[in-house]
């Protein structure tokens, strides 16, 4: 299926762009704020030290560059082709927390109050860890049962995909989610309880990993159950006289699997949480002492000079580093491994790396963090408090330059504007957000420049930016070659273009001959 988008620059929806953060606007209130005046003229003589010359050179080449662009612009088709290949479907059955229909083996221990909030919390943790498994190769469905989808959707949000459940014990209600799942175009379906708080992300993706070479996979519980079930196609005798709730069920249904000629794949075995002795396995996932796991996903590229002092910078509690090499050819592989972190590669591009990053990560909140910038101390704690806020969707910090100059202090105010009061920070500022925040608006764009540009724009539209009042420590590097003066040129000439429409294949190759 092959989808045109039309677009010229004067475009209602470019127009919008362009009143959010057009690059001429925010460079003229920017200018003010740091009492400049862009509108002066001075010979090139003297402008490698004056910051009012910085700011109306930026200015000027951002007004020929539109004016190049505006008066010679042909309509552009960006054209995208997917193609119909078949997906795969995620399906998390549950029940509404009603006192007294739910978790009834809890309610002698819990009270039929406390047994519906188990019920409720243990939704929210399976949801929440579907969400992030969640991508663009599977989709999300929730199969629900004992109330109106209204309350449903009030309870668990209005962007997952609800079916209610059929009737009939649990065989016959497995066997038509399948059924629904695998003749609406999904090539594989893989259902889960919401029982097992053990689940990860990781766990979900072997499942589906599994079905390329299996016909059915399972995920057994210790109490003889299963916390998964994985088709490639329908196969209602598979689930025929399966002893539900007691200790063969796993076994039986293995049975039906070797005399239905069908090839097994059995995952790790984890606990259910069905009686009040396993509740123990949800405490360790409820307490509020738990603090959220932090990824932090550094992509990097020929960086052993740097690697290991940002690494060391990361140390704090439930931290996951994951260093995402994108072919290096000196040590850095070797250094960020015996550093600690957990080292993978990827096709060179700084959004291919973080995005495999992503995907390989167990935390709750991701951080995406440049090989050459040094986080402050305490950011773990910073980060969970900020991440706890519904309406957050994403943060970063405030930047600072090291070693510190004239101008990298001009640099970094310009910055701040940019940041507090725009709300858009770079990658270069160690951007942040929770891990469903991420999967929900589709991780980074893979393309080769601007893709921190791209993501914040999608995140400014689903919630808030947070920029926290303390600072990364990033390189000078970029600056001290290229200098204040073409760094920002270089920079605010790559916004003007992007909003413009040049595609950032231009962008990038341009940008490469800067550096």
């Given at each position: ?40 003229e ?83 943790h ?19 049962t004992?109330?109106?989808l ?90 025929k ?14 049975m ?82 015996k ?41 773990d ?5 900020v ?47 929770r ?18 540009f ?52 231009k962008?990038?190759?341009f940008?490469?001959?800067q550096?």
């Amino acid at each position: 299926m092959t989808k045109t988008i039309n677009i010229l620059p004067n475009d209602k929806y470019n127009r919008d762009l362009v009143n959010d953060v057009h690059p001429a606007n925010w460079i003229r209130h920017m200018s003010n704020h740091l009492n400049l005046d862009p509108a002066a003229e001075h010979s090139v003589e003297a402008q490698s030290s004056r910051p009012q010359d910085v700011m109306h050179r930026i200015r000027r080449a951002i007004q020929v560059c539109l004016h190049l662009r505006l008066t010679s612009c042909e309509r552009k088709s960006y054209t995208s082709t997917s193609t119909s290949t078949a997906g795969s479907r995620l399906i998390v059955f549950t029940r509404f927390p009603k006192p007294g229909t739910t978790k009834t083996r809890m309610i002698p221990e819990l009270g039929s109050e406390g047994a519906a909030n188990l019920q409720r919390k243990m939704t929210e943790h399976t949801l929440a860890i579907a969400r992030a498994a969640r991508n663009n190769n599977v989709s999300l469905s929730v199969y629900y049962t004992g109330s109106e989808l209204e309350d449903i959707k009030r309870w668990l949000g209005d962007d997952l995909d609800y079916n209610i459940q059929s009737e009939g014990d649990l065989g016959e209600r497995l066997n038509n989610a399948f059924s629904s799942s695998l003749s609406n175009s999904a090539g594989k379906a893989v259902i889960i309880g919401t029982d097992c708080p053990d689940i990860t992300t990781t766990i979900i993706a072997s499942a589906f990993e599994a079905l390329n070479d299996s016909d059915v996979v399972l995920g057994p519980a210790n109490d003889g159950g299963y916390y998964l079930i994985g088709l490639n196609s329908p196969c209602p005798q598979l689930l025929k006289d399966v002893p539900w709730g007691s200790e063969n069920t796993f076994k039986s249904t293995a049975m039906n699997a070797t005399d239905l000629s069908l090839s097994l794949h059995s995952l790790e075995p984890l606990s259910d949480v069905d009686y009040p002795k396993d509740l123990p396995v949800w405490k360790k996932h409820s307490s509020p002492d738990r603090k959220d796991k932090i990824s932090v996903i550094i992509p990097a590229l020929n960086e052993a000079l740097l690697i290991e002092k940002t690494i060391k910078s990361t140390a704090g509690d439930n931290i996951e580093v994951i260093v995402v090499d994108g072919g290096s050819s000196d040590d850095t592989k070797k250094i960020a491994s015996k550093a600690g972190a957990t080292v993978i590669t990827s096709a060179k591009g700084r959004a291919s790396q973080m995005n495999e990053g992503a995907q390989k990560a167990s935390g709750d909140i991701l951080l995406f963090l440049h090989a050459d910038t040094i986080l402050p101390a305490k950011y773990d704690d910073l980060i969970r408090v900020v991440a706890k806020s519904n309406q957050l969707a994403a943060g970063a910090f405030h930047l600072s330059i090291t070693p510190s100059t004239q101008s990298t202090r001009i640099t970094e105010r310009m910055v701040k504007f940019r940041s507090t009061f725009m709300k858009m920070p770079y990658g270069d500022q160690a951007i942040f957000m929770r891990k469903e925040t991420f999967e929900k608006v589709g991780g980074y764009q893979d393309i080769p420049i601007m893709e921190d540009f791209d993501i914040i724009r999608k995140l400014k539209r689903t919630g808030h930016i947070k920029i926290l009042s303390e600072a990364v420590k990033t390189s000078n590097r970029r600056w001290e070659k290229l200098g204040l003066i073409q760094t920002t040129f270089v920079n605010q000439l790559m916004i003007a273009g992007y909003y413009l429409g040049i595609s950032t294949e231009k962008l990038a190759d341009f940008y490469r001959r800067q550096k």
